[in-house]
């Protein structure tokens, strides 16, 4: 093959191994989040806590300067060059409105809820399927988890 051409990589997979048995690319490495309550002492810190937060996939806790909480799923963000300027939009769990609050009103923020995608990874799936093969069993399904 020249050496300008990529291959495909099923043709750099040996033919011969079973699929099952072929290497998997390891997943990306997902940071426990759960439980967190990270320090906010500097603005980088909120900024970052924040972006985090976005990625999770379950309910964070804000507490702003004034005392009040918000307890729902951050499912926006919108940054700017100060904390004043930057913003995350939430839906809070106990009422039917999106509620947008600004990085500055801040006072502490915790990853209270359940994180719905811990352990749903591709590596997960092919070791639970892999379990099940070799146990003997047949017809495998592999049902999603019951969410709460």
């Given at each position: 093959m020249p050496q300008d051409v990529k291959a495909h990589p099923a043709e750099l997979a040996d033919a011969t191994a079973p699929a099952d048995e072929m290497e998997l690319a390891p997943a990306?490495?997902?940071?426990?989040?759960?439980?967190?309550?990270?320090?906010?002492?500097?603005?980088?810190?909120i900024r970052d806590a924040l972006e985090k937060a976005f990625d999770y996939r379950g309910d964070i806790t804000v507490t702003l300067k004034d005392g009040s909480r918000i307890e729902g799923y951050l499912f926006d963000r919108r940054?700017?060059?100060?904390?004043?300027?930057?913003?995350?939009?939430?839906?809070?769990?106990?009422?039917?409105?999106?509620?947008?609050?600004?990085?500055?009103?801040?006072?502490?923020?915790?990853?209270?809820?359940?994180?719905?995608?811990?352990?749903?990874?591709?590596?997960?799936?092919?070791?639970?399927?892999?379990?099940?093969?070799a146990a003997g069993e047949t017809d495998i399904r592999l049902e999603p988890e019951k969410l709460d």
């Open positions: 990306a490495a997902r940071e426990q989040l759960e439980g967190w309550i990270p320090p906010l002492a500097t603005d980088a810190e940054p700017g060059p100060t904390l004043t300027d930057c913003r995350v939009r939430l839906f809070p769990k106990d009422r039917d409105e999106k509620v947008s609050v600004s990085y500055a009103d801040v006072a502490r923020l915790e990853f209270t809820g359940r994180d719905t995608a811990a352990g749903k990874s591709w590596e997960t799936w092919v070791r639970k399927y892999n379990e099940k093969k």
